[in-house]
């Protein structure tokens, strides 16, 4: 989660690709050593005073992180690349991907490379710019055509000249002592203001106070508009009625992806209608929302399940009932433990309700607003917990 652009560039991944490419063997011939063709210097898209050998060639690379394998083949599809040196477009003489990569958290990555050939001895600025043709969507956000993020663009400023690698010139120059390459430490672990007595053994996740950006889809879809307001994030459906709105509406937002965890998030809803709620969901894809846990503003929780195994699809299937750990018109807080097939569902802190999901694979989690036929509400969510196992 990671959100807006989710643009790795992880050193590691060098080793792969440049394994990938070929290289001689020297058993071949015994003038393989001057046989062996240079590989290429793989520079980020976004570098800064870059050094580049006379004679190298340069292939500029990024990487695009997704939920799901079939998002990022999607995405690379309709992305056409473009490249230019100090204002003049180059042509891309090679380009290639990466394997794609499952992470821990189940989301995926995959490496885009294009090879622009070698550069005479100077200084250059290379532009790189991805151009993403078709709507296309991440897990997280939308891409292409009408959408907050039609392309990218990012600047490469880099040097080729004749200065030796610093190997040869420790070697040419025996006294002259090149410092070590510094290590690499780890980034720090900041830590969560957020707390919560469930699962405080579990690694924290995802920690969203909104008080500056979110992770979380920001944007308009067919009159719900979502935002970060006074720092909070807002999931507007206020327009619908004003706009001749007469049918009801359901709109998640996701908020991640994982086997087991814990999301925990305050939310508040403002509305002059009965017929609305909000809440969380689990145990569901990107293509379906299966079980999703909501309450109203007059003390009534529900728990709905969506799959086929579940009896009559309607709000409340599974369970619905009133509590008095519900505040009436005011600032609650939703919780839900999901462990293996078991989940939990929690009001401030007392369970409301368990139930045995279909299965313990499905993986993506979120929020989740409702509104019956004619209504308008605006919700706000603060204090997005998650934990993972």
Request: net charge negative; with cysteine.
């Amino acid at each position: 989660m990671r959100k807006i652009y989710r643009l790795l560039f992880i050193v590691v991944i060098f080793a792969l690709v440049i394994s990938a490419c070929g290289k001689t063997d020297l058993s071949d011939s015994e003038n393989a050593e001057t046989d062996v063709k240079q590989e290429p210097e793989f520079l980020s898209w976004n570098c800064e005073n870059s050094y580049v050998q006379t004679g190298n060639e340069i292939a500029l690379y990024y990487e695009w992180q997704t939920m799901t394998k079939e998002q990022n083949i999607e995405f690379f599809d309709v992305t056409k690349h473009y490249v230019n040196v100090n204002g003049i477009p180059k042509d891309i003489k090679k380009q290639g991907y990466g394997d794609i990569m499952k992470l821990s958290d189940g989301t995926v990555k995959q490496m885009f490379w294009m090879n622009i050939g070698s550069l005479e001895p100077g200084d250059y600025e290379i532009e790189s710019v991805a151009e993403i043709t078709k709507p296309v969507f991440d897990g997280w956000d939308w891409y292409g055509p009408d959408s907050d993020y039609p392309s990218f663009i990012n600047y490469c400023t880099v040097t080729v000249g004749d200065e030796p690698p610093a190997e040869m010139a420790k070697e040419s120059d025996p006294e002259h002592e090149i410092p070590d390459t510094p290590e690499i430490q780890a980034p720090a672990i900041v830590p969560c203001s957020i707390e919560s007595s469930l699962k405080p053994e579990w690694d924290t996740f995802l920690c969203e106070t909104f008080d500056a950006s979110t992770s979380l889809w920001i944007g308009n879809d067919q009159g719900t508009t979502t935002r970060l307001e006074g720092g909070e994030y807002l999931i507007d459906n206020s327009t619908k009625v004003a706009s001749g709105y007469t049918t009801g509406f359901i709109y998640p937002v996701v908020a991640g992806s994982g086997q087991d965890y814990m999301i925990s998030v305050d939310g508040r809803m403002e509305s002059k209608y009965k017929q609305c709620t909000w809440g969380i969901y689990v145990r569901s894809t990107f293509n379906e929302i299966v079980y999703f846990f909501m309450i109203d503003n007059q003390g009534v929780f529900s728990l709905t399940g969506s799959s086929d195994n579940e009896a009559n699809r309607f709000l409340g299937n599974i369970k619905t009932g009133s509590n008095n750990a519900i505040v009436w018109d005011g600032v609650n807080n939703i919780s839900a433990v999901v462990d293996g097939k078991q989940m939990e569902f929690y009001v401030n802190g007392k369970m409301l309700v368990s139930h045995e999901a279909i299965n313990a694979e499905n993986p993506v989690f979120g929020l989740i607003v409702w509104g019956g036929e004619g209504v308008s509400a605006v919700n706000y969510f603060d204090n997005l917990l998650v934990r993972t196992k």
